[in-house]
């Protein structure tokens, strides 16, 4: 059976870094991309990106270029997601998706909630 | 790129059927036969209801089926049920290759 785990709840302050894990069981991690959405507190979703998870190479939506990053751990059939600089408006829920097609997103992972907060 | 136009609440009676429209542009919606839908529940992950605009994935109620014309693609739910109370969000490909979300619309079953 095909899961996405992510790692838990993230309590950060202004300017500091996080990243978030979503670790992949049931398949190979580079048999299909992996896309990060996010969701503020009572918004709707924002698809963020997706990595190739053959080759690696990340494509950002146009509002997420710059202090986000995709990465992968193929070893321990693993996606990252690594936000720096973090702004309290980065509060959100952060999911990964598996990419079966361009928009067949299935299974989600349960969802990592970063709170930015001084 | 703004966000595809979903109604922002729809409702109805169990038993009765909704539809709930997703209105893009000849750039997304328009141009490709890539349209997902998802159901979220409270405090859950989305779950993938349609793809590819007309298809279900193994394990989805029947009483969930999509379409599409011109610009506009459509979720419909027959045989409302208690559990389908939720909120529902379309997913587009676009021409720029990238993908683009609807801003989700509230089912609420009365």
């Known amino acids: 059976q095909v899961h996405l785990v992510q790692s838990g709840s993230e309590l950060k302050k202004p300017g500091a870094s996080v990243k978030v894990s979503c670790k992949a069981s049931g398949y190979t991690l580079t048999t299909y991309t992996m896309n990060w959405v996010r969701q503020a507190p009572g918004q709707g979703l924002e698809w963020m990106g997706w990595?190739?998870?053959?080759?690696?190479?990340?494509t950002y939506a146009q509002d997420f270029a710059g202090r986000f990053v995709f990465s992968l751990d193929t070893s321990v059939n693993t996606a990252y997601l690594q936000i720096s600089s973090l702004k309290t408006e980065d509060t959100a829920v952060y999911f990964c998706a598996r990419g079966i097609t361009r928009t067949k997103f299935d299974p989600w992972g349960q969802g990592t909630l970063v709170t930015v907060s001084s | 790129q703004s966000a595809l136009t979903q109604p922002a609440s729809v409702s109805g009676s169990p038993g009765q059927s909704i539809t709930i429209s997703c209105t893009g542009t000849s750039s997304d919606v328009g141009y490709f036969n890539y349209v997902s839908w998802f159901q979220q529940h409270p405090g859950k992950a989305p779950k993938l209801m349609i793809y590819e605009v007309t298809n279900r994935p193994s394990g989805v109620s029947n009483r969930f089926s999509g379409f599409k014309s011109g610009d506009t693609a459509s979720l419909t739910i027959s045989g409302l049920q208690a559990e389908d109370e939720a909120d529902y969000y379309c997913l587009s490909y676009t021409r720029s290759s990238s993908v683009i979300f609807g801003g989700g619309t509230k089912l609420t079953v009365l």
């Open positions: 990595i190739n998870t053959n080759t690696g190479t990340p």
